[in-house]
């Protein structure tokens, strides 16, 4: 086994959603033995093969009980509401409070073709939630309301641009000064 990649904000692999599992070979047991490991060392509860830019439609997760796969997983129910808070691997050192529902009935097939029906609740309901979502192309930032996103979105951008947050804020009040007077400059110029 081997750790794999994981890939972040801004990959479009993360974007897109995963075609189903139509044959559990050699490859796929390989694949998930190593996101096992990728998760474990990250570390991490869950990991969907989209995370480390595979288009198979299975997750891997961990919730202290051992680690399992799902292949072509579906949540046939849910039920209440949980608020928590959530980090994702693919958005590293970054939390929100997200709501979710409370339990969920997960179905699909473990590595060997047989059929898994999973009642969950809590953290082990979050997991399975967060994970389907990726194999759909729904990254968690899209489960922040306005206000959070924009937050987001914002240290998002500091990070990538590896400034301090006060430069970076200033860097970007001094983009926004430039720009209005650039607009302002245009309207006063003869045409």
Request: net charge negative; aromatic share 4%; with cysteine.
């Amino acid at each position: 086994m081997s750790q794999l990649p994981i890939r972040t904000f801004g990959d479009p692999v993360l974007k897109s959603s995963t075609p189903e599992v139509l044959e559990i070979d050699e490859a796929l047991l390989r694949l998930a033995g190593d996101m096992i490991e990728t998760m474990h060392e990250a570390p991490g509860v869950g990991l969907a093969a989209t995370q480390v830019g595979v288009q198979k439609r299975m997750f891997v997760y961990d919730v202290g009980d051992g680690a399992r796969a799902v292949v072509n997983p579906r949540i046939s129910a849910a039920d209440g509401e949980w608020t928590y808070e959530e980090g994702c691997l693919s958005v590293p050192g970054m939390a929100w409070p997200i709501t979710r529902a409370k339990e969920v009935h997960l179905e699909g097939r473990d590595l060997h073709g047989n059929e898994v029906s999973i009642e969950a609740d809590d953290l082990l309901a979050r997991v399975f939630q967060h994970e389907v979502d990726h194999l759909d192309g729904v990254l968690l930032l899209e489960r922040l309301d306005e206000e959070q996103r924009r937050d987001a979105m914002r240290t998002l951008r500091e990070m990538a641009l590896s400034l301090p947050l006060d430069a970076a804020r200033d860097a970007d009040r001094d983009a926004d000064r430039d720009v209005a007077r650039y607009a302002s400059q245009e309207m006063r110029r003869p045409r």
